[in-house]
């Protein structure tokens, strides 16, 4: 077995059961993350504790249903008293949010403290949880033993995601544009109240099986990483849903593997806190390897662009070669030796020698073999079309900034440079219309192309 000391009958349900509380954090807090709220989620979390406290002293049981009842009022309770101190006080959003969750997650420690005696509450088990325990107490549901948390996880997740779905056009434009929100009707404030009510409800079925520390980490990580794979609300969830479906399966698995590899002396290891990491491992991976906004792909991105900009570069060079040389009896190419002059360093010259593979290797340039010019680099057919719509360009931005910016003429040449790259198409058809009146550019050269 690949896993040392894999149980399936117990191992499974621990995943499952992590699994289902990664669904459930995950939907609240995507929409957490693009209200620019995600530590609200966290003040919840941790300001519910109170609420807890409460209910276990007014039923004397840990009984799901008081439970959730103490948790959902304790969270509008750490909204609404955010929003007072923001709007009676003056005080800035993050310093009454501060101040609201530690002070309820204070007041929540201490009546945990008081009461632990009497109800079999443990405030570490509230905040690291106890999920490897969670499969040991079961009930009978359908003629088989199951956790009892799964019930209640189930059924709050299929109130938080069937909820999101049929309240999802006002929470959309809530999240995004609260004004035009409040325009249409959709009641902003209101939707605000949903998502805590959502957050509250997630984070207390989850307490007594992976803490609150967890619970903060699927509210944010998960949803956070979605957010660099997709900038669309839909599938950003639907990703955050995956991430935190894959960081509970790879959390509970690093438990139980890692520790081996290590060779640590203690094995026991908390599944919460793996997963924690893992997830937080997961959105490292989305900040390097996100195809949208990843350092790797940026890099590759800026990399590709600045080759492009060498070989256009190159281009204009072998057409301006091209011209100097006619009748001139002179090499109408460019030696291989001359693409390292006057560039800042090595990186410059690798870069415009790559650039001259790659106008080969695109069959825009070729290079001579014979004597007497050995080692030269000539346009072909398709190289000198290219460069002629390359000058035209550059040509076309010249005449328009000497008319429109009223740009010197000794400076023109340098900023053209800079934007002949530019190729947007409704860009282009204006600078086109521009020159339909002169067929030569403000130094009198004639453009290409007419």
């Given at each position: 077995m690949l896993v040392p000391d894999w149980q399936w009958g117990y191992d499974g349900w621990i995943i499952v059961i992590t699994s289902l509380v990664a669904l459930t954090c995950a939907i609240p807090g995507s929409f957490l993350l693009v209200r620019r709220q995600s530590m609200l989620g966290d003040a919840v979390s941790h300001a519910v504790l109170p609420g807890i406290a409460i209910a276990f002293?007014?039923?004397?049981?840990?009984?799901?249903?008081?439970?959730?009842?103490?948790?959902?009022?304790?969270?509008?309770?750490?909204?609404?008293?955010?929003?007072?101190?923001?709007?009676?006080?003056?005080?800035?959003?993050?310093?009454?949010?501060?101040?609201?969750?530690?002070?309820?997650?204070?007041?929540?420690?201490?009546?945990?403290?008081?009461?632990a005696d009497s109800v079999d509450l443990d405030p570490s088990c509230v905040l690291y949880g106890q999920v490897e325990l969670a499969p040991l107490d079961v009930v009978v549901l359908g003629g088989m033993e199951v956790p009892r948390a799964i019930p209640w996880l189930l059924g709050v997740f299929a109130f938080t995601f069937v909820g999101v779905q049929v309240i999802w056009k006002e929470l959309l434009v809530a999240s995004f544009d609260p004004a035009t929100a409040a325009a249409q009707g959709?009641?902003?404030?209101?939707?605000?109240?949903?998502?805590?009510?959502?957050?509250?409800?997630?984070c207390v079925v989850a307490f007594e099986a992976v803490g609150s520390i967890l619970v903060v980490s699927l509210l944010v990580a998960p949803a956070a990483a979605a957010r660099l794979v997709t900038d669309r609300l839909r599938p950003m969830m639907l990703v955050a849903m995956s991430i935190g479906v894959l960081a509970a399966v790879g959390g509970h698995l690093s438990a139980l593997t890692v520790p081996g590899w290590l060779a640590l002396e203690t094995q026991d290891v908390s599944t919460s806190?793996?997963?924690?990491?893992?997830?937080?491992?997961?959105?490292?991976?989305?900040?390097?390897a996100s195809p949208q906004q990843g350092l790797l792909f940026g890099a590759f991105r800026r990399l590709s662009?600045?080759?492009?900009?060498?070989?256009?570069?190159?281009?204009?060079?072998?057409?301006?070669?091209e011209v100097?040389?006619?009748?001139?009896?002179?090499?109408?190419?460019?030696?291989?030796?001359?693409?390292?002059?006057?560039?800042?360093?090595?990186?410059?010259?690798?870069?415009?020698?790559?650039?001259?593979?790659?106008?080969?290797?695109?069959?825009?340039?070729?290079?001579?073999?014979?004597?007497?010019?050995?080692?030269?680099?000539?346009?072909?057919?398709?190289?000198?079309?290219r460069a002629t719509a390359l000058i035209r360009r550059h040509r076309l931005w010249e005449l328009y900034l000497a008319g429109a910016a009223a740009i010197p003429l000794d400076h023109l040449h340098a900023t053209a440079m800079d934007l002949e790259h530019l190729a947007n198409p409704d860009l282009l058809e204006s600078l086109e219309a521009e020159s339909a009146r002169t067929a030569r550019d403000p130094q009198g050269r004639e453009i290409p192309g007419q």
């Open positions: 002293l007014v039923s004397g049981t840990r009984d799901g249903g008081w439970m959730l009842v103490g948790a959902i009022v304790a969270g509008l309770a750490t909204a609404m008293l955010t929003q007072v101190l923001r709007g009676v006080g003056g005080v800035d959003r993050g310093a009454a949010l501060g101040v609201v969750f530690t002070t309820l997650f204070a007041l929540g420690l201490v009546l945990i403290v008081q009461v959709a009641r902003p404030i209101l939707m605000q109240q949903v998502l805590m009510v959502l957050v509250a409800a997630g806190g793996a997963t924690a990491v893992f997830a937080t491992g997961l959105v490292a991976l989305a900040v390097l662009l600045r080759l492009r900009i060498a070989e256009e570069d190159l281009l204009g060079v072998l057409y301006r070669r100097e040389s006619r009748g001139l009896g002179q090499p109408a190419g460019v030696h291989l030796s001359e693409l390292g002059g006057g560039g800042p360093g090595l990186t410059f010259r690798g870069i415009m020698r790559f650039a001259s593979i790659r106008l080969r290797w695109a069959g825009f340039a070729t290079q001579a073999q014979l004597i007497p010019h050995p080692d030269q680099i000539r346009l072909t057919e398709a190289g000198r079309s």
